[in-house]
């Protein structure tokens, strides 16, 4: 049936099909009646309600969901701020997991939990778990937690959902000499402090290899990074950036490093091998660097915002060496 585009357009009634307009007298003088209702469904009506939508929750919608604990909402304030009856003080603490008995983590994976004042962050393999927490009659309760979404091995997934299952449980708390025990379900997950777990290397003896390159847009890894490197070692440092070779001194004050003039070979590389060599001397030639070491990594900040990540060598081998450019 062919649309019409005028909807004003006149019936053999008189009827106008928009304004219900009728002629006074129908043609035989009879007052027109409007036409008999055909029976058939009813039509619904539909309300339009406008919701405001905060872009910051739009854009954490595109990147996490939430899983609903079903249980009490969790507020600051509300034995939210990690000390409850029980006198567990987790606020400021993280937690690695160090043992676990009647479930199975994926191989070489491991169970991290951070704790602040009403926030706890967990990781266990794949995506980054969220939300609200609190201490309560001997046992952790979390609130609706939320969490990346992002595609893993599917092992790593599952674990993901059997920890979110598992602490929306409300497993009992148990404090130990250095760290806690959660129990419920016939589960028990030891975890200790990081600090103690997996204790911070110290500057000074390592191979540093370079594993990330961190910009105001982006961090970066290339294969092949895994070829440069820093040696810290009484006042000197010993440079290879998988391409040159070179050092120099530094002075280390708390967690500002302060580096003297690099030298360095100039031999010419594949482009692979001088873009890692760019990222790398880029920010060690402003030389005023902020160090911050957690466990085996370390992360070189310069002014400017970029950073190199490094990973400690566990094989102690040396890679850099120190060799005056010509």
């Not at 062919?2 to 035989?28: A, T, V």
């Not at 598992?166 to 419920?184: C, H, M, N, R």
Request: with cysteine; net charge negative.
């Amino acid at each position: 049936m062919k649309p019409s585009g005028d909807r004003s357009r006149q019936h053999s009634n008189g009827l106008q099909s928009d304004g219900l307009h009728m002629n006074d007298q129908h043609p035989q003088g009879v007052p027109a009646r409007l036409p008999a209702r055909r029976p058939g469904p009813t039509r619904p009506r539909f309300l339009h309600w406008q919701v405001p939508v905060l872009a910051g929750v739009l854009v954490l919608g595109l990147t996490a969901c939430v899983v609903d604990s079903g249980g009490p909402g969790l507020t600051p304030g509300d034995g939210g701020d990690g000390t409850g009856d029980s006198g567990s003080d987790l606020a400021g603490r993280t937690l690695v997991s160090t043992g676990v008995t009647g479930h199975e983590l994926v191989e070489g994976s491991t169970v991290r939990m951070s704790f602040e004042a009403d926030q706890v962050s967990i990781q266990a393999g794949c995506n980054n778990i969220f939300g609200a927490y609190a201490v309560e009659g001997g046992t952790l309760q979390v609130n609706a937690l939320g969490q990346t979404e992002m595609a893993c091995a599917a092992d790593l997934m599952a674990q993901d959902q059997w920890l979110i299952s598992f602490l929306q449980s409300g497993p009992e708390l148990t404090e130990t000499a250095d760290g806690i025990v959660l129990a419920g379900g016939g589960v028990e997950l030891e975890l200790t402090d990081r600090e103690v777990a997996d204790p911070d290397v110290a500057l000074e003896g390592p191979t540093w290899v370079l594993n990330t390159a961190h910009t105001a847009t982006a961090d970066t890894n290339i294969r092949g990074m895994e070829n440069a490197s820093l040696v810290f070692e009484d006042g000197n440092v010993r440079l290879n950036t998988g391409c040159n070779t070179g050092g120099g001194s530094y002075t280390l004050d708390g967690d500002s490093l302060t580096l003297g003039p690099l030298r360095q070979t100039l031999r010419a590389c594949d482009e692979t091998a001088m873009e890692i060599e760019s990222l790398m001397t880029a920010v060690l030639n402003q030389m005023d660097l902020t160090v911050d070491i957690e466990a085996s990594t370390l992360k070189l900040t310069a002014p400017d915002g970029t950073a190199l990540g490094f990973v400690a060598d566990a094989g102690g081998g040396d890679q850099a060496e120190e060799t005056s450019a010509p």
